[in-house]
């Protein structure tokens, strides 16, 4: 009851502590405003850039991330590491990833790369055009959770047969096939017909995560077709996407490509729980130590089977520019805090009169302190929503300076739009806290006879 | 239910020091009218902060209402003041943006009222300053005597031990004055100690006590009236 009652005590106050805030600001506009100008121009630039750097460290596939493993091996040259660091090169060697696809030894396993085919129609008048592929294994869709709206991925057995199959992307389906189901129905891409296994469903991750460490960084959208990993080969679909090689191909042609040590794969791996994990790193252990006595692989065992969000962390999935620019905006903010500190100040030593007045009618310091803190939480909330529609517009205008639509990639969730209101409300009381003080210990005796 | 002993207040400047109260020890009992009066300088501003715990003191004891008032912390000190002592300004020290029931209603707040006991309070206390019918005007809608009578009105209100006024009616013309000191007459009446700082002679011989100050000191008064 004791506790019931101090409760209702106390909410009786606050809600009086507001009415006289909402008064105070109504009846001081300009000055008001401005404070809430200055927080939420400070709120909306720290916003726009927490944001940005938010999403590009957001995890892509939160519900799975942890099972997902990139995997490395460290095929690189003797002379040199992979760029001087520690880490093994991003990618692997044809040899290698068909090796570990062959021993099928992670619950799920894909290999992949960027291809590039041209789309050509049955109708002369329509031209021929370049869509981005992906090629990879049957799991891919698997592994990665991707939505269907018609259909399906294709099977192991198709991967191995080499089958001309292929999974459309929604905008691709929409322009080929105006939307509808598609599937058992064939196109032509780069002279072969294909035959549509399944079409997505609307799938836009963040950022095209699977290809991270061979540039599918912020604002890289998805492929627009998926067609298996064996046609590289077979069908010799033309590849696009990073090549990295430590010594010279011996002879020219795909076939020298496929058995150098040429890194141009990437290879995801998912594992259900730790000791898969574990037993998985053995297994590439083993399996180099063995390249070893064939005479590869000639670095020390560096082997990694990475969880996505750990790489994503390692490669540096935030921009440096945003880094910057995140700092930038947090000083930017301080110093939009400072003038609020400032117009805090003279508002309520303003107020000494008054403060005098509530003094002797039996206010103490601390009552006074909540009622000014209250103004100033208002304030900050009042800030913090202005700073949500700069944010906004900040997130808008960045947009704009990139060629490529990062309009989805830049949205604001409800979750940074409570941070925004939260980081003004906080940082509007933080700023209060020296000048409510100040008010709380005026002199009331000095005020209330000079009035 | 007011003792003051042997209360000093120096105030220090950089260069300066003056001594406000000196020594001074006072009696106030349950009931009495006090005046205090003085010329400029002589301590009566300095004594009314004391007595109304809007400022320390350096040395003495004074216990209001029998409790020892040096040892109190900020927040006993404001409720003891928001309890006990009721003050009236010279100049009326309404808060502009409130209309009257909301100035009334400030000290009642503070004492945690319910809202239907501060409803009641309030219109009791406008009733018997004869402002019932205006509580929605603001300090500005209002004439001095009006303000003043405001300012009563929000002092009873929380029906305090008593009532601290600091020239009362010296921002008022005459007839409103003689209103205002009718009041506080009446007020006396009911039981409520009053203590008014003055140095107008008039208003002093309305009380039926005076204590005459000069120079921190009191020179005649300290004595409670037989």
Request: hydrophobic content about 45%.
């Amino acid at each position: 009851m004791r506790v019931a009652s101090r409760l209702a005590d106390g909410l009786e106050l606050f809600s009086y502590n507001l009415g006289l805030a909402l008064r105070n600001i109504r009846r001081n506009p300009v000055l008001s405003g401005l404070m809430v100008a200055a927080i939420g121009i400070g709120i909306g630039a720290c916003m726009s850039m927490v944001t940005v750097n938010y999403r590009f460290a957001a995890d892509p596939i939160p519900h799975k991330s942890d099972v997902l493993h990139y995997i490395r091996l460290d095929s690189w040259s003797p002379d040199q590491s992979w760029q001087g660091g520690d880490r093994p090169p991003p990618q692997l060697t044809y040899v290698d990833a068909t090796a570990l696809l062959e021993e099928k030894r992670a619950f799920r396993q894909a290999a992949m790369s960027g291809a590039s085919l041209a789309v050509e129609s049955d109708r002369r008048d329509e031209k021929p055009f370049f869509v981005d592929v992906r090629a990879t294994t049957a799991d891919f869709f698997a592994l990665f959770d991707v939505p269907f709206r018609y259909g399906g991925g294709w099977s192991d057995e198709a991967d191995a047969a080499a089958e001309q199959v292929v999974v459309l992307g929604t905008d691709v389906n929409d322009r080929i096939f105006g939307g509808r189901d598609s599937v058992g129905e064939t196109l032509t891409l780069s002279g072969r017909v294909y035959r549509v296994v399944g079409v997505l469903d609307e799938w836009q991750p963040s950022i095209r995560f699977y290809d991270m460490a061979s540039g599918g960084g912020p604002g890289s959208e998805i492929e627009d077709m998926f067609v298996p990993w064996s046609l590289i080969v077979a069908a010799e679909v033309p590849r696009r996407g990073n090549t990295n090689c430590w010594k010279p191909l011996e002879g020219d042609g795909l076939r020298a490509l496929l058995a150098s040590e040429c890194i141009w794969i990437q290879f995801w791996a998912e594992f259900r729980d730790t000791a898969e994990r574990e037993d998985y790193t053995s297994f590439l252990d083993a399996y180099v130590n063995g390249q070893k006595e064939l005479g590869r692989f000639p670095r020390p065992l560096n082997n990694h089977a990475t969880p996505l969000m750990d790489l994503q962390r390692e490669i540096g999935s935030v921009p440096t520019e945003a880094q910057v620019l995140l700092g930038l905006s947090v000083i930017f903010l301080a110093v939009c805090l400072l003038n609020t500190l400032g117009l805090l100040l003279a508002k309520f030593l303003g107020k000494a009169n008054e403060i005098g007045i509530r003094r002797a009618l039996g206010a103490s310091r601390r009552t006074l302190f909540q009622q000014y803190l209250v103004e100033a939480g208002v304030i900050g909330a009042a800030g913090g929503v202005l700073g949500l529609g700069l944010t906004w517009l900040g997130l808008k205008g960045i947009d704009g300076q990139f060629e490529d639509d990062l309009g989805a990639f830049l949205q604001m969730d409800w979750k940074m739009a409570l941070v925004a209101v939260v980081l003004a409300v906080v940082a509007s009381l933080i700023t209060s806290i020296y000048p409510t003080w100040r008010a709380c210990n005026v002199q009331p005796a000095a005020h209330l006879k000079a009035n | 239910m007011l003792r003051m002993h042997d209360i000093s207040k120096t105030f220090r400047a950089e260069l300066v020091e003056t001594h406000a109260l000196r020594d001074f020890s006072l009696d106030i009992d349950e009931g009495e009218f006090v005046a205090v009066t003085g010329p400029s300088g002589s301590g009566k501003t300095t004594f009314l902060n004391v007595a109304g715990l809007l400022e320390s003191f350096d040395t003495g004891l004074y216990r209001l209402d029998g409790v020892d008032v040096s040892e109190l912390k900020d927040r006993e000190l404001s409720r003891l003041r928001n309890e006990k002592i009721g003050f009236i300004f010279q100049n009326f020290n309404l808060i502009p943006d409130l209309n009257v029931f909301d100035n009334v209603d400030v000290p009642l707040r503070y004492r945690g009222f319910s809202a239907s006991e501060r409803r009641s309070r309030i219109e009791a206390a406008l009733q018997r300053v004869g402002l019932a019918g205006r509580p929605k005007h603001l300090p500005s809608q209002l004439s001095g005597g009006q303000q003043q009578r405001v300012g009563i009105a929000r002092a009873l209100a929380g029906e305090p031990r008593f009532l601290l006024a600091d020239e009362p009616t010296g921002n008022l013309d005459s007839q409103m004055a003689e209103g205002v000191l009718d009041l506080l007459q009446e007020i006396n009446k009911a039981g409520t100690t009053i203590i008014i700082v003055t140095h107008d002679p008039t208003l002093a011989a309305h009380a039926r006590r005076q204590v005459h100050l000069k120079d921190g000191v009191i020179l005649n008064g300290a004595e409670t009236a037989p």
